[in-house]
């Protein structure tokens, strides 16, 4: 009766020991695994730019990584990059540069943009990231709502960007997802952004 005991507790034993090591081997995964979702929906955001709109900025095809809590703690400043919800499609993300901020004025003649402020005073954007073959002759006046934002892509002559948009021209503050800040991807061109 003794020897039963004694090889039931050591079978017991056993099972704890082999549980013991599976929830040893186990736990760190799930550890891992949460902290990688707090990171992706909560710290950084994760895109592959499709097309060629922000050229020559970004590449086709390159990917990039976007801080969420950027605009948590501080305003969207103009000339940042953005990934943001599209308007005519809030399931499609979009990769654009802030142009227009919260009370301005866009005026967009002939490819080059000045912006007005709310103090009434005009001045030309320096946009040394538009190269001339990039260029475009589009015309057109916005004028930015509060907490939105004009953006448009540095591929002026290819990009569906705030000027194009059906729904609205602008991106409200409560759709940007966060704001760029290096390319990781392809490794020969890895760098910081703006």
């Known amino acids: 009766m003794e020897k039963e005991t004694q090889e039931v507790k050591q079978e017991q034993e056993k ?59 501080d305003k969207p400043e103009r000339f940042d990059i953005a990934i943001f919800e599209y308007p005519d499609n809030e399931e499609q993300l979009f990769v654009k540069r802030i142009i227009g901020l919260p009370g301005e004025t866009v005026s967009i003649q002939d490819g080059t943009v000045y912006i007005t402020g709310e103090d009434g005073k005009t001045h030309q954007l320096e946009e040394d990231y538009v190269s001339d073959e990039n260029k475009d002759h589009y ?7 509060e907490n939105s934002y004009f953006v448009m892509g540095d591929n002026r002559d290819n990009s ?13 503050e409560d759709k940007l997802v966060g704001k760029v800040l290096f390319r990781y991807y392809p490794f020969n061109t890895m760098g ?3």
């Open 139 to 145: 015309n057109g006046t916005f004028v930015v709502p």
């Open 192 to 194: 910081k952004l703006n």
């Open 15 to 73: 099972k704890k020991s082999v549980l013991g090591e599976i929830l040893d081997f186990i736990a760190p995964i799930i550890v891992a695994l949460i902290i990688a979702m707090i990171l992706k929906y909560v710290v950084f955001a994760n895109a592959i730019i499709p097309t060629g709109s922000m050229l020559n900025t970004i590449q086709e095809n390159d990917r990039v990584i976007a801080s969420r809590l950027a605009y948590k703690f």
């Open 160 to 172: 569906v960007d705030s000027r194009y948009w059906i729904t609205t021209n602008f991106v409200s």
